[in-house]
């Protein structure tokens, strides 16, 4: 199993960058892709995630509007287009892959398999 993060970069605010996270080792319609973000001294937050099987789609609060989450499933690849980057963006990003259900303000699924990290840096 392999989650490969890439994207990541060095933005000014107001800024857009597109994260790609690829997927091989196991069956990627089954499983919920999710992000997740984590700025030095703090916790891991998730970010975004979507049901590939059911195109449902789950952001939390302080990206909703501005980040989008997209598969495409015979690429097994996930997307998530971030427009609008603030400095609080910044953090190093990683994809996860698990079961269950992630869409609209919901979000239940156990992350088996994780990516490394990408780095995004929003400057002020």
């Known amino acids: 199993v392999q989650l490969q993060a890439s994207g990541g970069g060095l933005v000014q605010t107001g800024g857009s960058l597109r994260l790609s996270c690829a997927a091989s080792?196991?069956?990627?319609?089954?499983?919920?892709i999710g992000w997740f973000r984590q700025a030095p001294g703090k916790e891991r937050e998730v970010v975004s995630c979507i049901s590939p099987s059911e195109i449902s789609t789950y952001y939390t609060d302080s990206v909703r509007g501005r980040f989008t989450i997209s598969s495409d499933n015979a690429k097994n690849t996930v997307s998530l287009q971030m427009n609008s980057l603030k400095p609080e963006d910044t953090a190093v990003y990683y994809c996860?892959?698990?079961?269950?259900?992630?869409?609209?303000?919901?979000?239940?699924?156990?992350?088996?398999?994780w990516g490394q990290g990408t780095q995004v840096t929003v400057s002020s």
């Open positions: 080792g196991f069956t990627f319609d089954d499983y919920a």
């Open positions: 996860a892959a698990g079961l269950g259900y992630c869409g609209g303000y919901e979000m239940d699924v156990v992350y088996d398999y």
